[in-house]
């Protein structure tokens, strides 16, 4: 891939030539066509000026597109050598504060042993243990590994300290590394309030819940059998509702449930999981935009369904439902501990019935739409300059060439942050 830099020119416009498939997500951009939901354009070119894509289009009109857009020449040109650009993977689901792994528990599962909420008790004692840089060092290990990867947004949730002090310093540690945090102090019963669900309940909603919604967008509860019940979901929710802070849910990932129904009642962001779903769960989902939205995201988490040998969930039944679908990592110690949006993708496409633009989309846009954010997840005129420049012809190949590192450039707000030294 080759790259000039303009003699004297500042680091403030990159002209990106020579991409082979360009996916922008912006139906209506010139050279895609209408009904086309990715907006595809073959031969294409973007035009990144400061931390704003803006110009994107067939390379043949690239000069007039720098010339209305920019008004002067880029500072820098780079020709991506026939290869396929997406936009920055926008993963809405992470759970990167914690300490410790839970390696003997995946072997044991592997032998046979069901996956069971209870785990994230060993989590959580070994989080309580850690220091704050030591935690700290796990979440930039773990963001960094992201962003190679292609993850230009992360939402970052609490819930392995589960005390206020630990819940505090995890939204904390979170809010350093991205403003998409999620208070997720209801992520399971902690050992001392052991049959006492609703006292913990009581401290999450007040002391606990004052404490983090300073540092938090979102509130999250596990609602699930093993976690926390229907009634105890709503009071958490509510509560952070009046804090102040969007809603999100955890529900019908280990059986079928009354989370989703809740999360679709609340108004909520997004459902995650949604493992196990009714027609009335999918109906009620697809019906969350039928006044032209915002509605409820399906969030599905294919990492959890790899990495506990549970069934996929059908995300076809979803789209074909009209529900909207987003694919994110679950990054965690115990379900899913893999920050790899690539492989959400490829499940998704292998597994889950999803078309590959379909999957890239809900990786992507999906996600955006997840964290209601309009500003990332396209490469629309405007948006943050968030993109993958793959080290392949198509983005077919993210599903087709599964596990191989095919982000070759990755790109954050107009700055390459990422450089596939062996490309
Ligand atoms: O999203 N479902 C609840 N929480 C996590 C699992 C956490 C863990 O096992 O440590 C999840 O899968
Ligand atoms: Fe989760």
Redesign the pocket.
Known sequence: MREVVHPGGKHGATLILGIGELTTNAPGTPGATDDDPTGVVHDAAVLLDGDRVAWTGPERDAADGVEEALGRAPDRTVDAGNRAVIPGFVDS?T?LV?AGD?AAEFEARMAGRP?A?G??AG?VAATRAASDAELLAGLRRLVGEALAQGTTTLEVKS??GLTVVDEVRSVRLAREMTDEVTFLGA?VVPPEFEGRPDEYVDLVCGEMLAACAPHARWVDV?C?TG?FSLAQARRVLLAGASAGLGVRV?AN?LGPGEGVRLAVELGAASV??CTYLSDDDVAALAGSWAGGGPGTVATL?PG?EFSTRQPYPDARRLLDAGAVVALAS?C?????YTSSMPLCVALAVREMGMTVAEAVWAATAGGARALRRADVGSLAPGARADLVVLDAPSRVHLAYRPGVPLAARVYRAGREVAHSSAR
Do not use: C, K, M
Not at 332 to 336: A, L, M
């Open positions: 689901h759970h914690f839970r996956y909420a785990g994230i989590t819930g392995y992520h596990f699930e976690a955890h990932q995650d999981h988490l959890v679950d965690n110690p115990g379900s899913s």
